[in-house]
């Protein structure tokens, strides 16, 4: 069954089949929730102890008027970190890789590299957490001018190597079977 | 004064509109699953919804001319 069968974005050619579809660790989005919780702490904090601070009673407007203000600010926040997480996406499917970066609200960069095109692909796992929670960059070195294509703190990079240098030994012999297929057969029977 | 605060207030919330528009935004247009866009505008949508339609029964309850005389007597 075709696990991404839901799946489409923008410039999938008809027949063109999604392989896999990575995002950074959670561990990422993790970190810059941490941020969220402490401002969800304080906002819990002051509903409890600011009232008896500032001897103001507990249903009074302005007060929730504050609170309120300031949970709006957190759903909003929350949903752009969210937005910057789950959109900043690399497609792998069976003829290239779809780089979809998303950079908070405003700033949406695509790019593309065709397997042919990848010379050199290398892994990087550094310090303590991502070596424990197994995540880290891949780089690709390409044959054209971009220089080098990176997966940013992606989960299991490893796996994802081999995955690539798999699809790209897959699409290399494919190319093969297909010159096969189009040579003339009188230049086979020259050699 | 009192004028002021509420077309203050009105620009406040004309802020939160646009940027909800903006997140409702990239999530239709730009998800790739529509069945994640659509948890995620289930639970976006009556959340905002529910926060500012509270924060506007707040700001509407505020007795605005108890609360400048106050500040002005603090100053």
Not at chain 1, 50 to 63: C, D, M, R, V
Not at chain 1, 75 to 103: G, P, S
Request: hydrophobic residues 50%; glycine residues 4%; charged residues 20%.
């Amino acid at each position: 069954m075709d696990r991404f069968k839901n799946f489409h974005f923008r410039g999938q050619h008809s027949e063109e089949k999604i392989i896999k579809i990575v995002r950074r660790h959670w561990f990422n989005i993790f970190q810059q929730y941490l941020i969220i919780f402490a401002m969800v702490f304080l906002l819990i904090l002051s509903i409890q102890i600011l009232p008896g601070i500032l001897s103001i009673p507990t249903n009074s407007p302005e007060f929730w008027f504050v609170e309120s203000f300031f949970a709006i600010i957190i759903w909003i926040y929350i949903f752009i970190l969210w937005i910057d997480f789950y959109f900043d996406v690399w497609i792998i499917t069976d003829n290239r890789i779809v780089n979809i970066e998303q950079k908070a609200l405003f700033m949406r960069h695509i790019s593309e590299l065709d397997f042919s095109k990848i010379q050199d692909v290398s892994t990087e796992v550094d310090g303590l957490i991502p070596t424990v929670l197994n995540y880290g960059d891949v780089h690709i070195q390409t044959a054209g001018t971009r220089g080098r294509f990176l997966f940013h703190k992606v989960p299991d990079p490893y796996g994802l190597k081999g995955l690539i240098m798999d699809m790209q030994n897959r699409v290399a012999r494919k190319k093969v079977e297909k010159n096969k297929e189009n040579k003339s057969p009188f230049l086979e029977n020259d050699v | 004064m009192y004028a002021m605060a509420n077309t203050f207030y009105l620009l406040v919330l004309l802020g939160f509109f646009i940027v909800s528009l903006f997140i409702i935004y990239h999530i239709v247009k730009y998800s790739i699953n529509k069945n994640s866009s659509q948890v995620m505008l289930l639970i976006f949508v009556p959340v905002m919804i529910f926060l500012v339609l509270l924060n506007i029964i707040f700001f509407s309850r505020i007795k605005l001319e108890e609360f400048f005389i106050f500040s002005q007597l603090t100053i």
